[in-house]
Structures are given as C-alpha cells and as structure tokens.
C-alpha cells in the first residue's frame, strides 16, 4: 500500500530524530513506504527545510548509489541562548546552596528537559566534526554522557574510580585533581574504547580541570583523540591555570555568597568557542 | 506568516516526541503556527494515525478549555518482539564471558540506539501508569533510567553507594544483598524524591532482588510508592525465593557454561506482564 505524504514526513521525522548523524539510503524510505525515489527525495527537501527553520538540525545529502541523507541535529545562536539562559536560572537558584558552599546540582543533572537542551548544545558545537564516542567519569557526567551521545548519534563510555569484576580487564591511570592535589584513580575498561577513536570527553563540573585532564591521560592509553571536552559548569579560576584549556563551558560559576545565599552564574565559553550555528 | 501543513507535521512530531506524557494546549500549536485551530486539530488527527501505525505512540486528546493532546510513546507486540530479540542476540554473543562467569556488558549499557529500544520498551510496559520519576542506582543502571525516563518524561534520580557532600543531607539504609548476603549501604538526597511519588525502579541486573527491595525499602522512608520495577536482564533462581516479586524484566540469563563459552538467554517475563502494546 502506498503511504501518504503526510504520513511519510511524520515517520521520517521521527526514524531521523532517533538516528542522529546516521547515513539512511534512498532506498530505505522508497521500501518503507513503499513509494518512488522521487516522492522520497522530495519529502526530505520538505524536511530539510522544516528542520533548518525550526532548529533542529540540517540533512546533508551524499550522492551517489551508496549515498542517501544525514540528520545533524543543530541549534541556532537564538535558541542556544535561551537554553543557557533556562540552565543558569536553574543553577543559580539558591536553594541550591550548600554548606561549604557546594551546590546541590542532582535535579538538574536528572532533569530529562534540561539534559536535553544539554545534549543539544553540545551536539551542536561539535556538529562539524567527527565524534567517535562520548566518555565521562561515574557518576554525575553520566547524564549529560547519554544526552550528548544521544543527539550525536555515538555510544558512552563510563570510567570509573575503581575496578569491577564485570569490566573485565581495565586500563587504569593514578592523576592529581587539580584543586585538591590529591591523588586519584580512574579506571577503564579495555574493551570499551577502540584505537583511533575520536572521543568527546564530558563533565559536570570542572575546576582546574584534573579529571578532564586524567581522562585525556587515560585515552592515550587506548591510542584515542579527544575531539572536544564539554563541561556543563566551571568554576572561576583566577590564581592558577587550568590542566585543559581546550574545552567548551555552558555555564560559568562565578561566585557562591554562602552568608547572603546568591549564586552568580553567567555563561561560559560557549560563544567564544562555538562559530557554526543554523541559521536564524 | 501562515506554515503549511507539511512544515506544522514535521514539526509538531519532534516537539511532541521530545515532550512525552506532557500535555500541550491547541493554541500552543495554533501560535507556533499562526494557524487556526481547526486546522491543528486536523493535523493531530494525521499525526495520531501516523503515530499508531507506526507504533510510537499514542495521543490523548483532553477536551476543553484547559484540554489539549499528550503524547503516550507505546510499542507494538512485534515491535516488542523484534526489540528483545535484538538485545538477547547482543548479551548472548560469547565474547562477553568474562572469568568467572561474568557478563561484560558495559558496551550494551553504553549503546545509545541498545537504550532506545530498552526506554521505549519499559515506557510501553508503563504507558497507563502515573510515573513521577525513574529511580535507579549507581552506576550502570543510569543509562537505563535515562532511557526510560526519556520516553516517559519524567526526572531520574539515581542512589548512590556512599554520601557526597554534593547531595546535601541524605537518608540511608542498609539492606543485605540477596545473593553474596552482604551488607551494603544506599544513599538517596533527600530533596530528590517528593512525598507520595510514583516512583519506577529500573536495575540493569537482578538476581536474588535485593537491591531492588533495598531502592523499595529506601523510597519508603520518602512516603513514595514503588509504581513498578524494570529489570534489563534476571538470573535464573531456583532454590530461593526473589525479595521482589512484581517485576518486569526484559530479559532472563538462563545459563552461562564459561567452558563451552555459551551464554543463554531468552525473554523475561515481559510478554507475562505486559498485556496492552498499540494495535498491530
């Protein structure tokens, strides 16, 4: 039975949404609704516009008898402002606070809503460059792991602070966190990361930036490329310098008044660092 | 301007997979489209066909003034089938046998596309129920909970095994694990789980069930209600009985021969559990 066109752009909205960065043949749409290349070629024109115009990301065509179309999920300048904007209204709400000035960031790194606007961000900074896998250290990077690899279409891998039997053998590196000078250790399994992977590396948090260093450290080990480091928030760092100096920030802490219970939260380096956006 | 109907199509489908279960208003709609709401109700007749077709979903419409359409993600019984199907073909693959005859399954945890089909299975198994949150513990089963928690639009919050400084003040329990009878402790933030949650449990592994009784036990003492428990894969038990009876699992581990380097796996008892999936 052939399908309506309607019918098909929904569909084919939905199957791109959840394969991200994935190449889909012609032939694979023409099949599933049973339709000619030609009405599929112009679904995806439609779609392709859709998408561009509403933020949601652009499909690269690649011609060809093995080529087909590619979902990149994106963001535009004006909607990635407004998501840094809804994450720091968060962040800097002070209930958050802490004593010793901690902030209590769990809801939000559990938040399925912000996590996306996360995962998109990132998937958009990185949107032009080839992403092999994402990597963060148990627990709280977990989250946003699985947001970014979700728009970017890769797996997540987890390093860990000790060794379980059910990793099998592991690769496991001593580092010095940078603000605590003390010595840690982080652990990863063998099998999860493949020579030559080009890995993003995400956290939470970073303050000197020891952990996203130790994690670049232990992917050397695997003979893998940090292709980026995404950190959802740093800490101001005035004194001494940073163990990383290459990585995007969304959200910048710039100060924690314990006493008069305010939290100063700006944007990072995002705009600094990130040039290609979709078109407004 | 006025948006033709293609562009609103394709458009309302990704909001409305990336909102599951909330409810949107018409004249949410009709302003993003500057169109009449007539014609969005046409459109959400397409879309709802085209989502039951597909099997992503249903739509509720809610009428009235403070009405409007939500989102259900749902599956269909073959779609069930075949989804299972690829996940047992996965850990059932004989290079997982660690020494010791222990599963490696970080790479299946880590798998973006493994986890979809893992979220939309659990979100079909809930689809009538009230989930406030998906609760799990650290750390493998967070990729699970953030699937889950994804198709279900709901906050994860995640226990941990010891207390940080970063969670604030915590309840703790301890509870024995029904397998090894040791004493462990779990951990939860106190401000992550409101009084009278309905809370899913999900857990990448079970065997005897103590630490799902344990994340049981644990939301107790949060006045919330365990609204059900998802397992990625059981062992087989035979002498003693589970600590946790009403569960659903996806998959059952039923022989490991670390020798013959097999590994057994069927179907849990999700097909037991489960009784409404979309029309076929």
Redesign the interface.
Known sequence: MKIK???R???M??YL???PRELVSLTFFAERYSSAKSSISEDLV??K???E??G?GSLQTVPGAAGGVRFIPGIKKEQAEEALQVLSDQVSKSDRL?P?G??????IL????L??HVGKLFAGAFANEQIDLVMTV???G??IA??A??YL??????A?RDSK????STVSINYVSGSSKRIQTMVL?K??VKQGARVLIVDDFMKAGGTAAGMKNLLEEFSATVAGTGIFIESEQESEERLVEDYISLLKLRSVDEKGKTIQVETGNYFDRVSSFLKP
């Open positions: 066109r309607s019918e752009l929904i569909d909205t939905h949404s959840e394969h439609i779609v516009e859709t998408f115009n509403r949601i802490l010793g901690y902030l209590f960031m769990t809801d559990g938040d399925i809503h996590m996306n148990a627990t709280k977990i989250g699985h947001a690899a979700r279409g890769v797996p997540v891998v987890v860990r039997v059910t990793e099998g399994s099998r999860s």
